[in-house]
T-cell receptor
Framework: AQSVTQLGSHVSVSEGALVLLRCNYSSSVPPYLFWYVQYPNQGLQLLLKYTTGATLVKGINGFEAEFKKSETSFHLTKPSAHMSDAAEYFCAVSPFDTGGFKTIFGAGTRLFVKA | DAGITQSPRHKVTETGTPVTLRCHQTENHRYMYWYRQDPGHGLRLIHYSYGVKDTDKGEVSDGYSVSRSKTEDFLLTLESATSSQTSVYFC?????????????FGPGTRLTVL
């Protein structure tokens, strides 16, 4: 069975500081990994995804994530936080070569950005 | 924008009443999903559809039914709403690229059951 753990339900950073949102997964087969962002009163938007190949994945809005198989992690980072990054972020995992109905979402991490 | 709309966007209803939420897509995607979002639980799959009249249960399907009579519409029905079904409901479609299915979400429906 697969699962996703996001460490920290809330993370607070200062504007301009590094953003690090942690995601660890468990999966019995090679996974596909996703990060989504949700702004208030909106649906989830895809930030980035890892399928195969390069383990460092770049997404929209300056975010990137690195797949580390040995650590079963897919942490999301951004070098310099902006006020507009304040939102909730969800990590998700889907087993290799299965449909979206197998996608499991983490509980989410709310990012606060202080001026 | 994956061309997904949901209606209504907000609804308040009373315990025991039936409720139907609608998801409409404009791009002819085969797979459609209904999720509920609750604090501390992320998104949990209620039902999904893999074609017209083809549906299956997800993780939290009890108390919900779905129907898909046209490719573009996927309906979620609460037969007799309960307070535990107060939640935000999201519809999604998935797009296949290579071996990956990536999901795209609608704007959500906030349902309150009093």
């Amino acid at each position: 069975a697969q699962s996703v753990t996001q460490l920290g339900s809330h993370v607070s950073v200062s504007e301009g500081a590094l953003v690090l949102l942690r995601c660890n997964y468990s999966s019995s087969v090679p996974p596909y990994l996703f990060w989504y962002v949700q702004y208030p009163n909106q649906g989830l938007q895809l930030l980035l995804k890892y399928t195969t190949g390069a383990t460092l994945v770049k997404g929209i809005n300056g975010f990137e994530a690195e797949f580390k198989k040995s650590e079963t992690s897919f942490h999301l980072t951004k070098p310099s936080a902006h006020m507009s990054d304040a939102a909730e972020y969800f990590c998700a995992v889907s087993p290799f070569d299965t449909g979206g109905f197998k996608t499991i979402f983490g509980a989410g991490t709310r990012l606060f950005v202080k001026a | 924008d994956a061309g997904i709309t949901q209606s209504p966007r907000h609804k308040v209803t009373e315990t025991g009443t039936p409720v139907t939420l609608r998801c409409h897509q404009t791009e002819n995607h085969r797979y459609m999903y209904w999720y509920r979002q609750d604090p501390g639980h992320g998104l949990r799959l209620i039902h999904y559809s893999y074609g017209v009249k083809d549906t299956d249960k997800g993780e939290v399907s009890d108390g919900y039914s779905v129907s898909r009579s046209k490719t573009e519409d996927f309906l979620l029905t609460l037969e007799s709403a309960t307070s535990s079904q107060t939640s935000v409901y999201f519809c999604a479609i998935s797009v296949t690229s290579g071996a990956t299915d990536t999901q795209y979400f609608g704007p959500g429906t906030r349902l309150t059951v009093l």
